[in-house]
């Protein structure tokens, strides 16, 4: 007998379903023995707290193209692992103890930074933990790709294009927020593909004077709108010369729900042109998994079996330079990956005429 | 020789182009002598600063799936029709004046309900006016159905799609902002299509309590999340009881950029639920019409094209019990058709389960 | 205690359960009495053969944006409804036995053409059924619309528009087989909504001459490509004049699986021009309902079941001038509903430059 | 003065427009010089009939999303480069001559296998050209990817995801043509995205008894459905027996327009289950292209026109192991880059259940 455990945590994404799918498939297509499937709920909070369902092939079934997650998810309560909750429970013993209780051979964990962070504490105290590379930000660290990540930039993408007959019609400065509190990737790649003319990502901090100019030159050569996509954490270079204490501050003090709404006065009272936000929000992690993602997530699944199939455990799967792979736990947990401001893609983004508000 | 000339006017929406070109092949096609066309550049500013283009039948080919205006669109500078701009143009003056200059035998005009006005103000002075009924918002008295409504539907109702997955997988209420100032077409209909939980536009006022009391019921149903339809200009009770003066200062003093931000943060406080907003903003009058709206767009044109060729003018275009009509323009200038809060689809709505805030 | 029963019979369509979903939300909602539901599988043979299943209202849950039915459907065996199958079962004996034995109050049919001639037996035979216009086709007598169109409609018109990229890349003539074997609603209104340049309908015999006059005619005027729709059951005016045995035996014999690709052939070799086809084919009732259809299908879902709270059976749900109604089963049992060749939308198109093929 | 020349070759793509707005924004922001843009009509054909348009900078603009080829294209006339066509037109003393005529400093071929040859004969002749590899197909050799191929593959899987709702609906099996004539990367994909059952694809030769098996475990497991992923170029074990003339001769005996519909038979006659076909066609290489392929797109123009602005040519760009590079055309011409049946992929989607119809 085999007895898996699967949970999902943190944001969700459109490819849950299809990743764990691809688990599942492939555990009970190859192993020889029988196999017991338990699913937590909401995230490592089932764990803890014991609140799980056994669970059959075929709750697999069918849910290669449904967004979100069957498990459900949730983002709590793992600020400080080691400091008891309001109600005294010792959370890693916890699951150390619904791991034993349940007698599992390996829990697969589709998660982010900060729950790979959690996985790798387990994988310390001795559970054997195979982590997936879940997130739309592309942020994790030691691996190329994530899944959830072109499924955003679909969306993010088609925003862009839905924006650009209204702002064409009425002749219109657009404000777009995309999701990326702290990294840039989606905001990067939706520009590029949806031709976008500038750009603000937190790797890059930018200079209102260059985003004004950048409008002002676009308006020079007769261009009717401009469409300047930011990333949620997108920072100023005045923002990003305080403290990080003294930053913390001001984002406290902000009352608009989004800084694009401020970005959008202050360029129109600048520039004089009606501005106007778009913010899809929460839509860049609903819906659909692409076809792209579905395939991603689907190896992802495939590749954590077959390392449980054969033994390992401990390490978070990956791609690397289009090969799927395996990293330790130890090696990318916690950790960022972040855009380059020197890579390829912001550099070739450059030369399609895009400002990152940076320039010279 | 024939000459007409074209504008759009007000906001933009996905059906502007799909109308036009059903008006100018109509025209080509079945008149007996050479058409000169001329299209006004942003709405009626064009006809006042006399911006326009001279433009070939090829410029109407393939734009039927275009979303926006080929000729741009503004919604200035029409508050007052006969005070002068600052400028000092008489702006009605002036546009008798491009009419008379061009030699035009009719003005088709593509616009919601001040555009009709002013539509009607120009038959009036004795131009040739035809008016086709565009808007998203579907308010237009005097036609059953408005050019831009389903495809508006279309994009309102699959943001409420995405937001399932990621509502059901977090288990949040969320409040997703659908437009509408003073009607609620839009998020009536995309409250029934989408599923909703509860639909608050400006027609039915709602009382908060009845809001939490839903959100509540479905909790204790056993429900993981809820979705809230609020038309950008739902108002409660409290407001509704206001004067026109009191509310004017009451919506100006409002600090948030939408009232779904205000109404999430006191669900999110009053049920203690994780509660998120969505804005599809602009993206609802963007991208490219739907098929159904290709369709009735194509039908106004041809309509009205019909219209001109058998020598009539001074009508809008409109659909009544599903056959195409003309109907005086004095009948409809500057009416809304607001949604009747005892009418078929809101009372289906309700059998459905889904709240309006107003249960007794 | 009330108890219903619900099939779905005849080809699939995107909104079936949509409109399940809308029957059973609404029965549950305002019944006073507790309700019992039987799903019968694959339409009528469950009914025949007593396969059911005693269902939960949440099994309606979440099912308004699936495609297909959650019941399954099949088309036979109702070729002759007395006749005894091979197994010699007595098919109307049996399904009023089911009917019997289950309790029921109410069966609610959800079928094209066929399926309500049955229904209206049963009726006939002292059972309460109510049916609901399901059919991609919107070929159903007696109501303005079908649940189906609009979706396969949507499908039909996304065909043509991703193939006028290609075939406007390559030149190319593209013939585009669209659903309706005897009826031409949705070759029509995707006609109309693809921007097509010839539409052939079997309520309008063509002739080939014409459609070849057709292409000519734009390739003088300097188009790169022509796109034809064709209904699968478009019909020459030489098949026109067969007798009804002749034109089967024809059909019969015919070796290509659909006729565009005799019409593609006869145009290349007439034209010169490369010309290609394009089969949408099944996809047109497949995936998601759009959101005009979840409104429609949900309205008729409501507006069936009030008429069972209402104490009345016998009639299917319609809608006639954009109003729901209820027309007796025994007016509209057997019945299609034809395009007019001499209706608006038939003459619009034509004024559009569409051709039929019929051209004097 | 820097003039360069574009042309695009062979099939369409969703991406070509992408493209060559790349490469035109790239060397007009960077060029120090003024550039001179010339684009051949109809791939080659322009070239040596010299039929081209002097573009401006402003015709690439508003193109990133649009499908197809601005420029227009053709697969003629080269099945040999040296024979002379039927009007004793000598093509590539033509192009030599145009390209001279012209002054031009480099040509810009975007184009698949085929296309590349005549582009590598090209530079031996002398001519600066720079190949960039679009196919939906993805088998240009040299690179691990090509623009247009993305892109397929979301339509393909679209059309498996939406005949799947109307395959389970009726218990049917269905077997999709999915387009490769000679390789299988596009059904590779789709199959697994789609969650298919079986994938059939030319470069793995199948036995029939294996695609019935599958269906038959299918079934007996208690799956309603089978959906079976066809490449045009799909070859069983027996056909791939015969000497290449052989099985060009069964080929041109094949009386049906696609293989699918005598599988189709086939499986119907050997299973009893209804089987039906669906072939997406066209359509995969049309509409609009996703996010991914015009970020990929982008690049590819990008990375062109930097090689030629660094005085580079006589190569084609392409993107290995993630990273955008430049491959000698002499490496590359006239190659084709396969399926390896053992690789990462194929190996995958047989641990999920899909049978490639080889099974042991």
């Known amino acids: 007998m085999v007895r898996i455990g699967l949970l999902t945590s943190g944001g969700d994404c459109q490819a849950l379903n299809a990743t764990m799918r691809g688990i599942v498939k492939t555990v009970i297509n190859l192993s020889t023995e029988p196999v017991e499937i338990y699913g937590f709920e909401d995230g490592y909070q089932g764990m803890i707290y014991k609140r799980y369902r056994k669970m059959s092939p075929s709750d697999f079934s069918g849910i290669l193209t449904r967004g979100g997650t069957i498990l459900g998810t949730s983002r709590t309560p793992f600020k400080r692992l080691d400091t008891p909750e309001a109600d005294g429970v010792d959370k890693v013993a916890a699951m150390k103890e619904t791991y034993r209780d349940l007698k599992l051979d390996c829990l697969f964990m589709l998660g982010g930074n900060g729950s790979t962070k959690t996985a790798n504490r387990l994988r310390a105290e001795g559970l054997s933990v195979i982590a997936l590379p879940k997130t739309i930000d592309n942020d994790t660290w030691g691996t190329d790709l994530t899944f959830g990540f072109t499924s955003a930039v679909e969306i993010a993408t088609k925003c862009i294009d839905d924006i650009r007959t209204t702002a064409s019609s009425h002749g219109r400065v657009f404000v777009i927020e995309i999701m990326g509190h702290k990294v840039g990737w989606i905001p990067l790649y939706a520009a590029v593909a949806g031709g976008a003319d500038a750009c603000l990502i937190p790797e890059i901090p930018y200079d209102m004077d260059n985003v004004i100019a950048a409008i002002d030159r676009r308006m020079q050569a007769g261009a009717r709108f401009t469409i300047i996509v930011v990333a949620e954490g997108a920072i100023s270079r005045d923002e990003a010369r305080l403290s990080k204490r003294e930053y913390k501050k001001l984002v406290a003090e902000r009352t608009s729900p989004s800084i694009v709404y401020d970005i959008a006065r202050e360029i129109e009272t600048r520039t004089g042109r009606e501005t106007r936000v778009a913010i899809p929000g929460h839509t860049q992690r609903g819906g659909q998994p692409d076809a792209q993602d579905r395939v991603f997530a689907t190896q992802c699944g495939v590749e954590a079996a077959l390392g ?28 960022l990956k972040y855009v380059d401001p020197g890579s390829d893609l912001v550099r070739e983004a450059r030369f399609l005429g895009i400002s990152f508000g940076d320039e010279a």
Do not use: H, I, T, Y
Not at 311 to 326: D, I, L, N, P, Y
């Open 308 to 335: 449980f199939l054969e033994g390992e455990s401990g390490f978070m799967v990956a791609q690397r330079s289009g090969k799927m792979c395996r990293v330790p736990l130890e090696e990318v947990a916690g950790k």
